[in-house]
């Protein structure tokens, strides 16, 4: 399933299943559903804007169907051994009038907005949220935008926040310095800002 794979660059930023959910290799089927769950929150068409509707559907379905590859133990099997997608078919799956909300609802409880702020507010300043933080610096080699995409919950009006976390990581040596970080040219910051 090429189509998949190339989606998956197009809107992630990576052919690799497993970077698209933020999880490693060696990720349990319970590690899986639940990033899963937390990147579908943001990605959520609900949880958008008019004009990014038509983004965060296709990141919603990308989602929902590597999550349906990651979670089922044989297509997973495949992709771990050879990198590729079992079934050319499974193209039109993508492309077909799955209800891929109602798929995302047959897994979880249905989630109210309170429920996301609560999640959003507990999320903040968690060990989980260094991790993100981390592993999208590293991914995207200090790149800030990728990592605005990549650790659910980011806002322009918080960026000296991430920025000193991702210092003191730097700091503490648990990343590398990456220039694309350390010498950000004030124009793509400023432009982050207007979004």
Same mark, same amino acid.
């Given at each position: 399933? #090429?189509?998949?794979?190339?989606?998956?660059?197009? +809107? &992630?930023?990576?052919? *690799? /299943? +497993?970077?698209?959910?933020?999880? *490693?290799?060696?990720?349990?089927?319970?590690?899986?559903?639940? @990033? =899963?769950?937390?990147?579908?929150?943001?990605?959520?068409?609900?949880?958008?804007?008019?004009?990014?509707?038509?983004? @965060? !559907?296709?990141? =919603?379905?990308?989602?929902? /169907?590597?999550?349906?590859? /990651?979670?089922?133990?044989?297509?997973?099997?495949?992709?771990?051994?050879?990198? !590729?997608?079992?079934?050319?078919?499974?193209? @039109?799956? =993508?492309?077909?009038?799955?209800?891929? !909300?109602?798929?995302?609802?047959?897994?979880?409880?249905?989630? !109210?907005?309170?429920?996301?702020?609560?999640?959003?507010? #507990? &999320?903040?300043?968690?060990?989980?949220?260094?991790?993100?933080?981390?592993?999208?610096?590293?991914?995207?080699?200090?790149?800030?935008?990728?990592? =605005?995409?990549?650790?659910?919950?980011?806002?322009?009006?918080?960026?000296?926040? +991430?920025?000193?976390?991702?210092?003191? /990581?730097?700091?503490?040596?648990?990343?590398?310095?990456?220039?694309?970080?350390?010498?950000?040219?004030?124009?793509?910051?400023?432009?982050?800002?207007?979004?």
């Amino acid at each position: 399933m #090429k189509g998949l794979l190339q989606l998956c660059e197009k +809107y &992630y930023k990576t052919k *690799d /299943l +497993y970077e698209v959910l933020n999880v *490693d290799k060696t990720a349990t089927p319970e590690q899986i559903r639940k @990033a =899963f769950y937390k990147l579908s929150l943001v990605v959520h068409p609900d949880r958008v804007t008019e004009e990014d509707k038509e983004v @965060a !559907t296709e990141k =919603f379905k990308i989602l929902g /169907l590597v999550h349906s590859i /990651l979670s089922d133990v044989e297509k997973r099997k495949v992709y771990d051994q050879t990198g !590729t997608l079992e079934d050319e078919d499974d193209e @039109a799956i =993508f492309k077909s009038d799955i209800d891929w !909300t109602m798929y995302w609802k047959s897994l979880y409880k249905d989630v !109210t907005e309170e429920d996301i702020i609560n999640y959003e507010t #507990k &999320y903040k300043g968690s060990a989980e949220e260094i991790n993100d933080f981390k592993r999208a610096y590293v991914q995207g080699e200090g790149d800030m935008d990728l990592i =605005f995409e990549l650790v659910p919950f980011t806002h322009p009006s918080e960026e000296d926040r +991430y920025r000193q976390i991702i210092q003191d /990581l730097i700091d503490k040596e648990e990343v590398p310095a990456f220039d694309k970080f350390l010498n950000e040219a004030k124009s793509k910051r400023n432009r982050r800002k207007v979004r």
